[in-house]
């Protein structure tokens, strides 16, 4: 029988008197000296770190991605150097609009962050199981995320604010109607895709650059509930995603997804249709198919949530030699809103944190700050550059040029095509769902819009029943006759 452990104080000092405060005589009061007393409530009123704005509940796993096909004429990230390199990742899913405590099985965008942790940094890949999203531009985003948030004055979620605000964007059509369609209620989390929904790039090593999208395919079956299946589980298990997808990793029933990348040119972005970097549009797989580029399994869940899920920090700044960004607005800003969140939800050396820190070693001349647990540089210098410290910067690091099309700043789209918010969401309506599919989704978009309240009840939906209406006539009018509104073109 192994030897029992004592039980101290974080400071490591053993102590007996865990479960009794010290009073004085057997009624009176609790002395100020027992600090052990102050130690375990103090700690205590500061074990929540501040909740994620968005994507603040989720569950997640650890696993392993295996490269399974040659990919490397488009990049010269190491992973993809050979078929059967694989690095260790890990991935948490989420719900993107509710807080810690709602369920699973909302109506809502899901996240898909995943880690991997290669031998040359840590590469984020963030994003939702919708290749779009609702907005292009960040400046946007706070006002968005508002109205998906409560209503400062009732403090209730708001069907209002958040059609009205889909009524003046139309440009979020396209996620608007992907979510009311069933994709937007998946069955878990092991059966759903998910997607980088920007625009990457990818550098060879003869310093040629591609575009890519990325998206992961579920090997369990792409499975969704219909609204009244979700809305019996958010009563009757709230936690319905996440326990499906522990039990099944627990019972060695280990989920998997495939990876595959679209490429374009920058000649055929130059032609595209639309602007290939518009997060609001998807690029045709039968223009530009689907390559595999690997798989991944998920198969050991984190033995402590808080450390390694909770702590967790994704970024779509962190990439690799040989994968990079774009000029998609909404990734710009994301590369900066996303770890400054992470500088004020855990600190300005989160990625010190185990579950963040890379698998390689890591020579900065970033010093100080809260929870600087890493030595904090020893005794090398802070500055760069040095004669002491033997560190250097590789130039064979260096990327290439990106090509830009304008030496003119200003805020305007040039993409004549860009303002086109209906072709996509149409087709998708028309020639992708099933009439069961189109029939779910009148229905979810006539229940969503009931809720619209107040004197500006009857022009928000009619402005919003025009953009349907513009993406596809059938859609508008049978979302018309489910609210009984008297909607003319």
Same mark, same amino acid.
């Given at each position: 029988m192994k030897d029992k452990k004592k039980l101290t104080t974080a400071s490591g000092k053993p102590y007996f008197e865990n479960e009794d405060s010290m009073t004085v005589g057997a009624r009176g009061p609790i002395l100020l000296q027992d600090y052990h007393l102050h130690e375990k409530l103090a700690h205590f009123n500061r074990e929540r770190i501040p909740e994620r704005v968005v994507h603040a509940k989720g569950t997640g796993a650890f696993g392993t991605f295996k490269v399974t096909n040659d990919i490397a004429k488009y990049t010269k990230a190491k992973l993809f150097s050979k078929v059967g390199n694989s690095c260790k990742v890990l991935v948490r899913f989420s719900t993107v609009g509710g807080e810690k405590g709602s369920a699973d099985t909302e109506r809502d965008p899901r996240g898909y962050a995943v880690k991997f942790y290669t031998e040359e940094g840590n590469w984020d890949l963030v994003g939702n199981n919708t290749p779009v999203f609702f907005i292009k531009d960040p400046k946007k985003f706070p006002d968005f995320v508002h109205t998906q948030k409560r209503d400062p004055k009732t403090n209730l979620k708001s069907p209002t604010m958040m059609w009205d605000y889909w009524s003046l964007n139309p440009e979020s059509l396209h996620q608007v109607v992907i979510l009311f369609s069933d994709r937007g209620t998946p069955d878990g989390y092991r059966k759903m895709n998910g997607y980088g929904s920007h625009t990457f790039s990818m550098i060879n090593i003869e310093n040629e650059r591609v575009w890519v999208k990325f998206h992961f395919k579920t090997q369990q079956g792409n499975k969704t509930l219909t609204d009244a299946e979700a809305e019996i589980l958010k009563g009757k298990d709230p936690d319905y995603a996440q326990r499906d997808f522990v039990e099944a990793i627990a019972k060695g029933d280990f989920p998997k997804w495939k990876l595959k990348i679209q490429v374009m040119t920058e000649d055929q972005a130059k032609t595209f249709k639309w602007n290939p970097f518009d997060v609001t549009k998807v690029w045709s797989h039968s223009e530009y198919p689907l390559i595999d580029a690997g798989i991944m399994?998920? @198969?050991?869940?984190?033995?402590?949530? =808080?450390?390694? %899920?909770?702590?967790?920090? =994704?970024?779509?700044?962190?990439?690799?030699?040989?994968?990079?960004?774009?000029?998609?607005?909404?990734?710009?800003?994301?590369?900066?809103? #996303?770890?400054?969140?992470?500088?004020?939800?855990?600190?300005?050396? #989160?990625?010190?944190?185990? %579950?963040?820190?890379?698998? @390689?070693? %890591?020579?900065?001349?970033?010093?100080?700050? #809260?929870?600087? %647990?890493?030595?904090?540089?020893?005794?090398?210098?802070?500055? =760069?550059?040095?004669? =002491?410290?033997?560190?250097?910067?590789?130039? @064979?690091y260096k990327e290439p040029a990106m090509k830009l099309d304008s030496n003119i700043a200003d805020t305007y789209d040039r993409n004549e095509n860009d303002d086109d918010y209906y072709t996509q969401p149409g087709d998708l309506f028309r020639k992708v769902m099933t009439d069961k599919e189109r029939k779910n989704t009148v229905s979810n978009i006539v229940g969503a819009m009931s809720g619209i309240m107040g004197a500006k009840r009857d022009k928000i939906i009619h402005r919003q029943l025009s953009h349907f209406y513009k993406a596809d006539k059938e859609l508008a009018l049978s979302i018309t006759q489910g609210l009984n509104f008297n909607f003319k073109k």
């Amino acid at each position: 029988m192994k030897d029992k452990k004592k039980l101290t104080t974080a400071s490591g000092k053993p102590y007996f008197e865990n479960e009794d405060s010290m009073t004085v005589g057997a009624r009176g009061p609790i002395l100020l000296q027992d600090y052990h007393l102050h130690e375990k409530l103090a700690h205590f009123n500061r074990e929540r770190i501040p909740e994620r704005v968005v994507h603040a509940k989720g569950t997640g796993a650890f696993g392993t991605f295996k490269v399974t096909n040659d990919i490397a004429k488009y990049t010269k990230a190491k992973l993809f150097s050979k078929v059967g390199n694989s690095c260790k990742v890990l991935v948490r899913f989420s719900t993107v609009g509710g807080e810690k405590g709602s369920a699973d099985t909302e109506r809502d965008p899901r996240g898909y962050a995943v880690k991997f942790y290669t031998e040359e940094g840590n590469w984020d890949l963030v994003g939702n199981n919708t290749p779009v999203f609702f907005i292009k531009d960040p400046k946007k985003f706070p006002d968005f995320v508002h109205t998906q948030k409560r209503d400062p004055k009732t403090n209730l979620k708001s069907p209002t604010m958040m059609w009205d605000y889909w009524s003046l964007n139309p440009e979020s059509l396209h996620q608007v109607v992907i979510l009311f369609s069933d994709r937007g209620t998946p069955d878990g989390y092991r059966k759903m895709n998910g997607y980088g929904s920007h625009t990457f790039s990818m550098i060879n090593i003869e310093n040629e650059r591609v575009w890519v999208k990325f998206h992961f395919k579920t090997q369990q079956g792409n499975k969704t509930l219909t609204d009244a299946e979700a809305e019996i589980l958010k009563g009757k298990d709230p936690d319905y995603a996440q326990r499906d997808f522990v039990e099944a990793i627990a019972k060695g029933d280990f989920p998997k997804w495939k990876l595959k990348i679209q490429v374009m040119t920058e000649d055929q972005a130059k032609t595209f249709k639309w602007n290939p970097f518009d997060v609001t549009k998807v690029w045709s797989h039968s223009e530009y198919p689907l390559i595999d580029a690997g798989i991944m399994e998920l @198969n050991e869940i984190p033995s402590n949530y =808080f450390a390694d %899920v909770e702590q967790a920090a =994704f970024a779509p700044a962190h990439t690799i030699d040989g994968i990079g960004l774009s000029h998609d607005k909404m990734l710009q800003g994301r590369i900066l809103a #996303y770890p400054d969140a992470h500088r004020h939800r855990l600190g300005a050396n #989160y990625e010190q944190i185990p %579950v963040n820190r890379p698998i @390689n070693e %890591v020579h900065t001349h970033q010093r100080d700050g #809260y929870m600087s %647990v890493e030595g904090n540089g020893g005794d090398n210098p802070n500055y =760069f550059p040095n004669s =002491f410290d033997n560190i250097e910067a590789d130039k @064979n690091y260096k990327e290439p040029a990106m090509k830009l099309d304008s030496n003119i700043a200003d805020t305007y789209d040039r993409n004549e095509n860009d303002d086109d918010y209906y072709t996509q969401p149409g087709d998708l309506f028309r020639k992708v769902m099933t009439d069961k599919e189109r029939k779910n989704t009148v229905s979810n978009i006539v229940g969503a819009m009931s809720g619209i309240m107040g004197a500006k009840r009857d022009k928000i939906i009619h402005r919003q029943l025009s953009h349907f209406y513009k993406a596809d006539k059938e859609l508008a009018l049978s979302i018309t006759q489910g609210l009984n509104f008297n909607f003319k073109k």
